[in-house]
């Protein structure tokens, strides 16, 4: 019997959905995208997030983890390829253009301001995590908005701020 090791949660990381302007996205519509069987979704066996912001400032719950500073197996999910065993990953319900051609920070001022005080939780609770965005681990777009510009605009310390 193998035992993954507990590891030190190291980042979060914010993420979009890809989805138009002003569409909401529900948890279950994640779980469909990722958890289905490919063609209709990904395979996987964890959703990607643990967290689902929606328009209205809502949170939502994906993933049950147990708030500690360490990533338990059960609690890892499938956000960015390479650091998923040291990350917690979140997502705004939006992203896109409201054509969905092209990508564009959407956030709602309701997220916005529940990302922040996410963010102020996680880093009181963690204080040496670092904060990022998808596009600073992957060749994408998501999460539509420069991570690092928007936390330092906040007053996010810059220790926490993930610049590779």
Same mark, same amino acid.
């Given at each position: @019997? +193998?035992?993954?090791?507990?590891?030190?949660? &190291?980042?979060?990381? @914010?993420?979009?959905?890809?989805?138009? !302007?002003? /569409? !909401?996205?529900?948890?279950?519509?994640?779980?469909?995208?990722?958890?289905?069987?490919?063609?209709?979704? /990904?395979?996987?066996?964890?959703?990607?997030?643990?967290?689902?912001?929606?328009?209205?400032?809502? @949170? %939502? /719950?994906?993933?049950?983890?147990? %708030?500690?500073?360490?990533? =338990?197996?059960? %609690?890892?999910?499938?956000?960015?390829?390479? @650091?998923?065993?040291?990350? /917690?990953?979140?997502?705004?319900?939006?992203?896109?253009?409201?054509?969905?051609?092209?990508?564009?920070?959407?956030?709602?001022?309701?997220?916005?301001?529940?990302?922040?005080?996410?963010?102020?939780?996680?880093?009181?609770?963690?204080? =040496?995590?670092?904060?990022?965005?998808?596009? +600073?681990?992957?060749?994408?777009?998501?999460?539509?908005?420069?991570?690092?510009?928007?936390? +330092?605009?906040?007053?996010?310390?810059? &220790?926490?701020?993930?610049?590779?």
């Amino acid at each position: @019997i +193998q035992i993954n090791p507990v590891m030190k949660l &190291k980042f979060l990381v @914010i993420h979009c959905t890809a989805t138009p !302007e002003g /569409r !909401e996205v529900t948890g279950d519509q994640i779980r469909h995208w990722h958890l289905d069987p490919v063609p209709q979704g /990904r395979g996987w066996k964890q959703v990607g997030y643990t967290d689902l912001f929606h328009l209205n400032g809502g @949170i %939502e /719950r994906l993933v049950k983890n147990n %708030e500690d500073g360490n990533v =338990d197996t059960w %609690e890892i999910t499938n956000g960015a390829v390479g @650091i998923n065993a040291i990350s /917690r990953h979140v997502v705004y319900a939006g992203g896109l253009t409201a054509d969905g051609k092209q990508p564009k920070d959407t956030r709602t001022p309701d997220q916005r301001k529940a990302l922040l005080k996410y963010i102020q939780d996680m880093i009181r609770m963690n204080p =040496d995590i670092l904060v990022a965005g998808h596009n +600073q681990f992957a060749a994408k777009a998501c999460p539509s908005f420069n991570v690092p510009m928007w936390l +330092q605009s906040v007053g996010i310390p810059a &220790k926490n701020i993930y610049k590779p």
